[in-house]
């Protein structure tokens, strides 16, 4: 081993005793955070059984907290020194043939392992995957071992192991999840945070380069799939997207099919901008003209990432190295600085005299200031590429300020962001050679959520036009950062979205949250009637009861799971009335089971009403599936179906309670099954329509791109009569449920499929046909063919 290997695992070892020690030191304050908790749960009200199952709980805890501190610390010590060893998971893998031989109680600990881990990643996803590649770099590996202990699933195991062990109940967890999902989170954060931070002072990797984390598809369209660092985004989200036309799908000989994912007619708008900018900058400033520019992203697909999952320089064609970049002169550079002080001490002084000018007072003032300073710059310039590059971010910002349907009053801050762009600009020419800079997507991504508006700022609402206010003033707090500070405040610009739609915006929170309770009562209803399915596989059930059971009591058992809790007393009485059902429907061959189905008959036939009820169904259809349930049961009296043994039915009921266990995680994401998407129209009520009918059946390249819509953007959309615009402000958790909202609070509720299919046939049109920069990049080359001597006076 040479010394350079040496020094390096060397340090890779330092690295995970910096991450166990930070563990090992938030234990104490956990363990304290999780007393609280329990303490706060029993000192709240509740009914008779909750409250003596949480005061089994502390006791409980109280008990066993400080032996599963000890364990848990022991765990990771020994795991530093020796390795986590074999997981449980594996004793579960290697006896696929006879998963019987496994207990219910390892498998419930691997799912709540499984959730622990998934918790913590959501959180520390990103810190996680720079340390990966600072590890895989020191110890020349192409992956972190499975069994490392920087490995969530790792330390959630070692958790759990502790947890059981100190005498805690799977009970006990549930109780305390949320708690312990939070902290664990924080905590491993933490620590993925400090060797990140320890390894960058030893001179490891100070920019981390995700490339090795992009999957490359086929050589079919050359385009690159990023794993999932960030939020996604691409053309048809940063312009809206407009409707690819019905020619656009694959042609006849199977061409399409080689041709990678279609583009939307915006993003080939962009491109042919794009490239029309450089054939303008090649013929006047060659020096700042680029190769020629890569097809733009496709939509959805979030370009390389550097650490904090801020994108690094996009890949060149033909295999070239990235996009240069370079330092502006130091003349230039002092000159930006002090323009941008300029600008920011005159809206300061704007904002706080007693003078107060209007949104259009400001914006001219601007225009006349922004003028001035671009001659004083470009004396400062030192090259012709300076002097072009003033000149063209100058034009692309007189455009943008000249944009009616963005309020004045939000142009007046994205005028503040002309100087950092100029900056970004000058040290990154590829700036003015793809649409998909980090500069540009914030720019249009917050117009996209401003030009569905009218002129006045009142009605964008106070919390959207702060969130604006607040990235501009980060982006110009750090003057140095450039393409990082834009995709940062980038991603934190769509997190904000999401809570605002959902928490804040009086218009569309109604909306959103009965969205949320139809995706939840539907998620939970396709689940259910998974489960029946396994459960009842090998039972011998009437046909008639078992459509019942999957396609009507499925959904009662989801609407009373959500209305009242999975283990609420009510829900209980719906599970009971299945199991009751299932033996009901059995054979009955001898008088004293005949005469128990006759009694129990009339209250079974009750619940099941009341249950058909609380879903919303009629009485025309309750009363059709009862005559139907009737039919099986005449059946069952004249044993013309097969009798269920007493033991099968008492483990169908035991299985029926813990249904909820065998349910995935909804954290675990992952999309629906299509053959079990339902019909949502029985869910419209006041203030929420529900898309059911309209649009022929789309084609691959439209569900494609609704998939590919943005929160925020705007839409014209044509439905029940009516032609309104209305904002895209929810999307389901597995992307099967897409909410839009009018100006007036009207919810729109769409499937994937109907949504693909209103943008198909022209329903739904983007309020934008191509986004903000774009348009102001043709604005300023509209100017240039006027009079091109502009780029180098």
Known sequence: MT????????????????????????????????????????????????????????????????????????????????????????????????????????????????????????????????????????????????????????????????????????????????????????????????????????????????????????????????????????????????????????????????????????????????????????????????????????????????????????????????????????????????????????????????????????????????????????????????RATIELVALLFQAILQEERIPPAIRVWFARLQMPVLRVAVGEPDFFATDDHPARRLIDRMGSCVMGFSTSTAEIGDALEREIKRVVQVVEAYPDTGRRVFQTVLTEFEKFLDHYFEQENEVSKKGVSLAQQVEQRETLAIQYTIELRKMLSEVPVQDGVRDFLFQVWADVLAVTGVRYGPQAEQTKAMKRAAADLIWSASAKVSREDRAEVIRRLPPLLKTLRDGMGHAGMSHERQDEHIRSLNNALAAAFTAKTAAIPRERLDDLMSQLETLEAMLPSPEAGGEVNETLVRDLSSHECEGLEVVAEGGAAPTPAMLAWAKELQVGSWYMLDYRGRVEPVQLVWRGMRHQLILFVSPQGRGVLFQLTRLAAFLQAGLMLPAQDESLTVKATRNALAKLEVDPSRLLA
């Open 3 to 386: 010394a350079a290997d040496a020094r390096s695992q060397a340090l890779a070892s330092q690295a995970r005793r910096v991450h166990t020690e930070v563990l090992l030191r938030g234990l104490p304050a956990m363990v304290a955070v999780l007393s609280s908790a329990v303490q706060d749960l029993l000192s709240q009200p509740a009914e008779h059984s909750l409250q003596m199952a949480r005061r089994d709980a502390y006791d409980a805890w109280q008990r066993a907290s400080t032996p599963w501190h000890a364990r848990l610390g022991k765990s990771l010590r020994h795991a530093y020194h020796h390795g986590a060893g074999d997981s449980r998971s594996a004793s579960l893998n290697s006896r696929p043939q006879n998963l019987s031989l496994v207990s219910d109680d390892t498998i419930e600990r691997e799912i709540i392992a499984s959730r622990l881990a998934l918790a913590m990643m959501d959180k520390a996803s990103w810190e996680f995957s720079d340390l990966r590649n600072r590890m895989q770099a020191l110890e020349r590996t192409d992956d972190l071992p499975q069994q490392d202990l920087l490995r969530a699933q790792v330390l959630a195991r070692l958790v759990l192991d502790a947890w059981f062990e100190a005498g805690l109940t799977s009970s006990v967890w549930q109780m305390l999840q949320r708690w312990l999902h939070h902290e664990f989170s924080q905590l491993l954060n933490e620590a993925y945070h400090e060797a990140n931070h320890w390894l960058i002072q030893q001179g490891v990797m100070p920019e981390v380069d995700l490339r090795p984390f992009i999957r490359r598809n086929a050589p079919a369209g050359g385009m690159t799939q990023a794993a999932p660092l960030g939020p996604a985004q691409g053309p048809g989200q940063a312009h809206g997207g407009v409707a690819p036309p019905a020619q656009s799908a694959a042609p006849a000989g199977g061409m399409g099919a080689a041709a990678g994912p279609a583009t939307t007619p915006a993003s080939q708008s962009a491109q042919q901008v794009m490239a029309q900018l450089q054939r303008v900058l090649a013929r006047h400033v060659p020096e700042l003209a680029q190769a020629p520019a890569r097809p733009s992203r496709p939509a959805g697909l979030p370009g390389p990432a550097t650490r904090s999952g801020v994108p690094a320089a996009p890949a060149a064609p033909f295999g070239a190295a990235g996009p240069s970049t370079r330092a502006g002169s130091p003349r230039l550079s002092a000159a930006i600085n002090h323009a941008q002080e300029a600008v920011q001490r005159r809206a300061d002084q704007v904002a706080t005299a007693n003078q107060q000018l209007t949104a259009p007072q400001a914006l001219d003032e601007i225009r006349h200031r922004n003028q001035a300073l671009k001659q004083v710059l470009k004396q400062a310039a030192d090259t012709p590429a300076e």
